[in-house]
């Protein structure tokens, strides 16, 4: 019974690869979201997607791309990985888009890049 | 630029003492605040929203505008409020959650 769910929990890959994270929600919500939290445990939002439209796109580089099939899912694919992109990737998501609905959050996906 | 500003990254206090997280932001206008919470091994959850004025887990957060701060407070701190705390600030109605720094809550038995 997993709310939102993530995978995979633990990725490590070399520089230059390609890889992708997924996600799942079964709340039936509307909008899903993808935070980077860095080695300093800072959390910073990357996208976010309301009924599969992409209603917030920070400045993140366009190596990483968010796609969603439908409303449950939210996967988000980085290409040429680098040193630095090595960080917890968290995805949330929330029964609207707006600020007074509560985001719920997926345990996190560990990426390495070594 | 909107900003989130939590200034201590460890608060270490004795079982029964009173917390205090400190949390200001930077924002002009009507800001929706909140507190997440991260236990240890456990999800990023909501703790409280500032328009709710409610009471959870005996903390309570209020906002003040004039000095832009949304201080989480609890009265008796108990062993199981150990847990990292995010101050959050969605400005633009959104969902677009600007997080703070995070502080590390450690109550010692």
């Known amino acids: 019974d997993t709310a939102v769910s993530q995978t995979p929990k633990y990725l490590v890959t070399q520089m230059g690869n390609d890889k992708s994270i997924k996600c799942e929600q079964n709340?039936?919500?509307?909008?899903m979201y993808w935070y980077k939290q860095d080695s300093k445990k800072f959390l910073k939002i990357m996208f976010s997607y309301n009924n599969k439209e992409l209603i917030i796109n920070e400045t993140v580089p366009n190596r990483f791309s968010p796609k969603s099939p439908d409303k449950a899912h939210l996967n988000l694919h980085i290409n040429s990985l680098e040193l630095g992109d090595s960080a917890v990737y968290f995805c949330?998501?929330?029964?609207?888009?707006?600020?007074?609905?509560?985001?719920?959050f997926g345990p996190g996906t560990r990426l390495t890049v070594t | 630029a909107q900003r989130v500003t939590q200034p201590e990254k460890l608060l270490s206090v004795f079982k029964g003492a009173p917390v205090e997280l400190k949390c200001n932001y930077s924002?002009?206008?009507?800001?929706?605040l909140f507190w997440y919470v991260q236990y240890s091994r456990q999800r990023l959850q909501l703790l409280l929203r500032h328009i709710s004025r409610e009471s959870i887990k005996g903390f309570t957060a209020d906002l003040n505008k004039g000095e832009t701060s949304f201080h989480l407070k609890k009265p008796f701190a108990q062993e199981e409020d150990s847990a990292m705390y995010y101050c959050?600030?969605?400005?633009?109605?959104?969902?677009?959650?600007?997080f703070g720094q995070g502080t590390t809550l450690q109550v010692k038995p």
């Open positions: 709340l039936g919500h509307d909008t």
């Open positions: 949330a998501s929330s029964q609207g888009a707006g600020g007074l609905y509560e985001q719920y």
């Open positions: 959050a600030l969605d400005s633009s109605n959104t969902g677009k959650l600007i």
């Open positions: 924002y002009s206008g009507s800001p929706e």
